[in-house]
Structure formats: C-alpha cells, structure tokens
C-alpha cells in the first residue's frame, strides 16, 4: 500500500462548480497536511495548510484533515477556469510526501 | 525578485555524460531540497539539506552528488546519465523543523537522457 493516495483524474467540471479533491494516507506518523497547486510546466505552490482535524478556510478554498480516517480533502467553490491545475496532496511527518496529484480542467 | 531558481531550465544530453544543475534561494532558508518529478507526475524527494549539512538522502544512486557551498545554494550533480533520468527536477528551500511544511519550489529543470 502506497503511503499516500490520490486519484490522478482528469476531473472535469465547469465553470462555477464546488470541486472536491480527495487524498488517503496511511502512515499515522505525518503531523501537516498541505495542499500544492502546479500549473502545466512550473514548480508546485503551497496553497494550504492544517496540522489538526477538521476544516481550514481560505477564500474559495477549504482544507478538511480527518485523522481518524486517514483522509484530506480540498474543496474549492465557485471553480474558474484559472483553477485548471494539478493538485496535490502533501503530508509531513520527516519528510514531504506528495500524492500523485489530481488533475483539475474547469471550463468556461 | 526573491525566489528559488535553477538553472539550467531544459537540459538534453547523451546517456553515460555527467551533468550538473544549480539552484539557488534568496528567502532566507535554512533547508533546501531536490525533488524528482517522473513522467507520471509523481513527485518524490531525493535529498534535503540543513545549513549546508545533508539530512535526508532517500534510496537515490549514488551517481547523484548533492554540494552545498552555502545555505543559499544547492547544487545536484548526475554522473553516468541513464536513460531512467529523464524527469524534470525541482529544488525547494523552507525553514527548518515544523515550518518544513511551507516549501517554496523553483521552475524546474527538464532533463531528457538521450
């Protein structure tokens, strides 16, 4: 069992829509949870970050971390086709392990 | 612009050469990384410095070389390129202990083994 699932997508949804995107883990040792936006060709991004269960807000992005069920998700609303990017997870216990990353393509 | 950087961008060369990429960060880190980024988009770490000293070296060939002159800069360095090298190649920098977690990535450097 890989230390961190993700779902590589494509996830297409359109403009406006509440995208969820998901990520499992097995490892109980990771203590930060991180999500990392990449556009096509360019290095990831930290777009959040939480270290306890439960939801952190941050605009149009909310990060949920469920520690009981070894399970994170993002959720963007009010998606816009800027949005269009790989996401990945990323979990912290040594060291950074990435999910593989979701593909997301919002349309006009 | 403060930023973490690497050169060169793309990177084509023939298997069996010996290859170097640069990074450098001017955001005041303590820790730089490089990561490894495959054609599936799996991204992995493959060593992690603090101040110049390596702490974290994953299962990578020991054709890869890490140098660390100073803090700032985290070069890698590849010999007897093989064909399975070809990826792009990211470094990253953070401040050291829990502030890890916020890691700020360079553009990337694309290398493609011939």
């Known amino acids: 069992q890989k230390e961190v699932e993700q779902d590589p997508g494509p996830l297409s949804v359109p403009e406006g829509a509440i995208v969820s995107l998901n990520c499992t883990y097995s490892?109980?040792?990771?203590?930060?949870f991180m999500w990392y936006r990449q556009y096509s060709r360019k290095g990831p991004e930290l777009l959040m970050y939480?270290?306890?269960?439960g939801n952190k807000e941050d605009g149009r992005f909310t990060a949920q971390v469920d520690k009981s069920s070894k399970y994170i998700s993002l959720f963007i609303r009010d998606s816009q086709p800027s949005d269009s990017a790989t996401y990945l997870c990323?979990?912290?216990?040594?060291?950074?392990?990435f999910g593989k990353g979701t593909m997301l393509l919002v349309s006009p | 612009d403060t930023a973490v950087s690497q050169t060169p961008k793309y990177l084509v060369t023939q298997m069996g050469n010996d290859k170097s990429i640069k990074c450098e960060q001017n955001?005041?880190?303590?820790?730089m990384y490089w990561y490894k980024q495959d054609s599936k988009k799996f991204l992995k770490i493959m060593f992690s410095?603090?101040?110049?000293?390596?702490?974290i070296n994953e299962t990578v060939p020991n054709r890869f070389s890490p140098k660390s002159p100073d803090k700032a800069h985290l070069n890698l360095h590849i010999n007897s390129l093989e064909l399975g090298d070809s990826a792009v190649y990211f470094c990253?920098?953070?401040?050291?202990?829990?502030?890890?977690?916020?890691?700020?990535f360079g553009p990337g450097t694309r290398l493609t083994v011939l």
């Open positions: 490892n109980s040792a990771f203590q930060y």
């Open positions: 410095y603090n101040n110049k000293e390596l702490i």
């Open positions: 939480t270290y306890s269960s």
């Open positions: 990323a979990l912290l216990g040594v060291a950074l392990t």
């Open positions: 955001l005041g880190h303590d820790t």
């Open positions: 990253a920098s953070s401040q050291a202990g829990r502030a890890a977690n916020e890691q700020f």
